[in-house]
């Protein structure tokens, strides 16, 4: 050797060492995982997916011993030829084996004979690791490095599966409870979805079930930021949900109602009624803002069924954690997620030669994909390409849930600034005689003023329609079927609900849908917390599109309810369309309960939308100041007056934004010109006369099955049969 090859010697010692550390560090830390249990702990098998902490250890070795030793270390001695046999798992190119299921009686070699074989092929390995090890020894290394790995996982599910059968519910570590904090109320992010690419592209290691890297085409989706907690899964388990079969998929039921369950794994009801879990840490009270864990893929489905939500796809969870800074959480150190991706081969895919190529490839039939990774994961295991799989049925993973939901064109608008209202806007300024639609006030501050309004003196309908829903109130409830679900059209606060609810407590859920999220989600909560007992599902959509109810209300008697006279808001044929779609929307046998204002005297009409206060003028300017914050627009709000005015013809209120002057605004591009005097139409509510509304709900397909007009100033409720 000559001086020269000095640096090429250190550089390949370097290497080899570090191959060694690497090495040996996955290696010990199986050991470390085996060390708190007796031999008896380490034999025992508690179900036929699970093999005992004995024969993980050895079959990890023997998984050395097999595909590195005996092909790439000359002279290499086998410790034990019988172990071939004992400890192959599933590799039917390397011969017959020990069934799965009679693992735990292999009581022979003993877990002492299990850690000198695990010493010796330590020993071998050191040698071949460092006698100029190839690139295929270190591709070996790498994959039965990432193989032993896992098994340290199954090591802990296979553990705390022995462990929950032992009456003694042993605690394999002692920790203390973590002290989790509130789980924030969720968010669904908006992902924009479009042609994008999964799975690995190198150059790292990654098992061959990752590749190749290649394009899918996804539609936006929403993707939670958190995933569902205990507390969640406690009210879909007080919902009745293992025993509606509605939300299961037919082999899901299937097995929930062969095996009895009623709540997830480990999960058990003590006789104070808390719930309890069997943790690697002994039996503990289940934590409601913990994440929920060892949950099927059927559970996880009917679960996303009664959200009125669905998993996400594998590829719209790997977009998703692909694109950085979007605020989402717990992606892999929690539980893995199920998804709602069959373990399918990737488009190119090809099994390696070989016993090797049954590593993954011939898994891919009936089993559904996870992603993520687990608490339980060794570090740095997993990555965002990384496909775990299991069976649906099975449970003892550590596995949990995020949901997912289809964006629907409200969020589109949201997540793409805005397209829609700018369409709607330019159009409707644009028009020879100026319109805005009356659904673009609603913004935090627009439903604030809203709720402003309603408590105006000169404000009559919400007064008087709610001392009329205070006095029918029981006639409405004893139309109302136990079980039932009531849904809300332009719910608001949901003030005037609290009448119905405390009036039905047979309710089983309530679906609120609104067009201004935050509106929904500060009702929502509140609800929920003065109403436990409720199923609240809201639905952020536009009421004249929404088609599909959330799954809390679906196989339910449902009973609508729009108050308000927000129906006011639509022309009548547009009305007619609406109650239409309504009946669709909300089933046949559904009922309708309907506030509608009734045509009185402009004297009381015209105060009420143009108040001495001035609160109708700001909630009618509101609709200008979305338009330059959120569209960029520079319309001058002091150079416009707020009227409002009676138009007999027509039967309706209308409001008018009225410029004080000839001026210019700019939106878009656009130049926007008012002549002093000319108006944009902000808002009409027509008013009713008790029969109009009746025939115009019968050529709608309802029937009015009972009607309550208030005293003077008159407003009418209407409960339509369908
Ligand atoms: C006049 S307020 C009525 C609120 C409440 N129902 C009440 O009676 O006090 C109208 C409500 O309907 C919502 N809204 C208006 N247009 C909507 C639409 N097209 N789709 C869904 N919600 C809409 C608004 O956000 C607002 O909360």
Known sequence: ??????????????????????????????????????????????????????????????????????????????????????????????????????????????????????????????????????????ERLDLGLAHEEQHQELILMDLLHLFAQSPLEPAYRETPQP???????????????GLIEIGDGGPGFAFDNERPRHKVYLAPYRLADRLVTNGEWLAFIEDGGYRRADLWLSDGWAVVSAQGWDAPLYWRREDDGAWTVMTLSGRRPVDPHAPVGHVSYYEAAAFAAWSGRRLPTEAEWEAAVRTEGRGLRQTSDETWQWTASPYVAYPGFKPGAGALGEYNGKFMINQMVLRGGAAETPPGHARPSYRNFFHPAQRWAFTGVRLA??????????????????????????????????????????????????????????????????????????????????????????????????????????????????????????????????????????????????????????????????????????????????????????????GVDIAKSPDILVPAYDDAQGVTARFNKNVLARINGELGGDFDLDAFDHRAVWNAEESRIEMHLVSRIDQAAHLAGREIRFRAGETIHTENSYKYAAEMFVELARRAGWKVAARWISDSPSFGVFALAG
């Open 179 to 193: 002290d989790r904090p509130i789980a924030a109320d969720v968010r669904y992010l908006a992902f924009e979805g």
């Open 405 to 594: 939901d289809d964006m629907s064109a409200l969020d589109r608008e949201a997540a793409t600034p805005t397209s829609t209202f700018l369409d709607d806007a330019v159009a409707g300024l644009t028009a020879d005689r100026k319109t805005l639609p009356a659904k673009y006030f609603y913004d935090a501050e627009g439903s604030r003023l809203f709720e402003a309004i309603c408590e105006l003196p000169e404000y009559y309908p919400t007064r008087t329609e709610t001392a009329l829903l205070r006095r029918i109130a029981p006639e409405i409830a004893a139309r109302v079927m136990e079980g039932a679900a009531l849904v809300e059209f332009g719910s608001g606060a949901s003030t005037k609900t609290r009448i119905l609810l405390d009036a039905m407590p047979q309710l089983a859920a309530y679906v609120p849908i609104d067009i201004s999220r935050s509106a929904l989600d500060e009702a929502s909560e509140a609800l929920r917390r003065d109403y436990p007992g409720l199923v609240v599902a809201p639905l952020v959509d536009d009421f004249t599109r929404a088609v599909r109810l959330p799954a809390a209300a679906r196989g339910r008697p449902v009973t609508g309810f729009f108050p308000g006279s927000t129906i006011g808001n639509f022309a009548p044929a547009e009305a007619e369309a609406f109650l239409r779609g309504a009946h669709g929307l909300l089933g046949d046998g559904a009922m309708f309960v309907v």
């Open 1 to 138: 050797m000559s001086p020269d090859d000095t640096p090429a010697r250190e550089a390949s010692e370097a290497r080899a060492i570090a191959l060694v550390d690497r090495y040996l560090a996955v290696r010990r830390r199986t050991e470390a995982l085996a060390r708190p249990l007796s031999p008896e702990d380490q034999g025992a098998q508690s179900m036929p997916d699970a093999s005992p902490v004995k024969w993980h250890r050895a079959h990890t070795a023997w998984f050395f011993e097999t595909f590195l030793l005996g092909p790439f270390l000359p002279g290499y001695r086998v410790f034990d030829p019988a172990f071939a046999y004992l400890f192959n798992s599933y590799y039917e190119a390397v011969g017959p084996r020990q069934p799965r299921p009679l693992r735990g009686l292999i009581t022979r070699p003993s877990a002492d004979e299990v850690g000198a074989y695990r010493a010796h092929v330590d020993a071998a390995m050191v040698r071949l690791l460092t006698t100029s090890p190839t690139a295929e020894v270190i």
